[in-house]
């Protein structure tokens, strides 16, 4: 993907989260502003793909890595990273 291109599907992803906050202002859980982005990046028609692991290997050690949504593999929304006990 060009870099012109890769910059115009940037801006479509912020402006559905930018929708999204507009709509939800502050104090929701992060769930709801996840399936909130989701629904707005479907009525923008981009592609997605929710929830994906991502391998994360932290001081020998395997940690677990959620990207909230994913465009195509090119875009994503990164969620939380959380390293098991």
Known sequence: MEDRQLNHLTKR???CAI??????G????????ESALCIELKLAGL???RQ???PV???????SSDI??????????????????
């Open 19 to 24: 929708e999204v906050h507009r709509h939800l």
């Open 52 to 54: 994906k692991p991502v």
């Open 13 to 15: 992803i912020i402006g």
């Open 57 to 63: 290997t932290y001081k020998s050690k395997m940690a």
């Open 68 to 85: 909230g949504c994913s465009h195509g593999g090119t875009k994503s929304t990164e969620k939380k990273t959380l390293c098991p006990p």
């Open 47 to 49: 592609t997605y793909e």
């Open 26 to 33: 502050p104090g929701p859980l992060e769930s709801i502003y």
